[in-house]
């Protein structure tokens, strides 16, 4: 073969690896943004501050007690599982790494969703449905993965999200 022959049958496809390659880059790069992202939003006080009440002041209740606390503590556990709801739909589009968010918050999310099922629960009586649904299914395949109890929970097919923000 003459080499300038070899070289045009070559060259073609050395740039498509490497663009490939690029490519791939780019986007586990864009994905690693993202999560730390989605990190930065989970750990802000505001959100920090949803998580303790949905621990010391929703979570052991019954759904009808939730609607009697403060306007206020609502409103910050609304927003911390809204927050929540957020990062488990850029897991479910495969905008952040599902393994990443295990090992840094798997057991924070979980826990905080548990917590969380009264006020949940007292919304979808109120509202007619649950307003949470991504963070609930990503709370129970994390529990799964790392082997803690799974709470029975509203079966929530993928597509059927209403997102909330309050």
Request: hydrophobic letters at 45%; glycine letters at 6%; aromatic letters at 6%.
């Amino acid at each position: 073969m003459v080499p300038s022959t070899l070289l045009s049958v070559v060259s073609p496809i050395v740039a498509i690896a490497i663009a490939i390659w690029g490519f791939r880059r780019s986007t586990k790069a864009d994905r690693l943004r993202a999560f730390f992202e989605v990190q930065d939003r989970y750990l802000a006080p505001t959100v920090r501050d949803g998580r303790r009440v949905l621990h010391q002041a929703v979570a052991h209740r019954k759904p009808h007690e939730v609607a009697a606390l403060d306007k206020a503590s609502l409103n910050s556990a609304g927003y911390t599982l809204a927050v929540m709801n957020s990062v488990a739909i850029a897991c479910e589009g495969g905008y952040v790494e599902r393994d990443l968010i295990l090992r840094t918050m798997g057991r924070s999310f979980v826990s905080a969703v548990k917590a969380a099922r009264p006020l949940i629960d007292h919304v979808e009586k109120v509202r007619g449905y649950r307003p949470y649904p991504a963070a609930e299914r990503l709370a129970q395949e994390l529990a799964i993965v790392l082997g803690l109890p799974t709470s029975p929970t509203t079966s929530i097919p993928p597509g059927d999200d209403h997102v909330d923000a309050s």
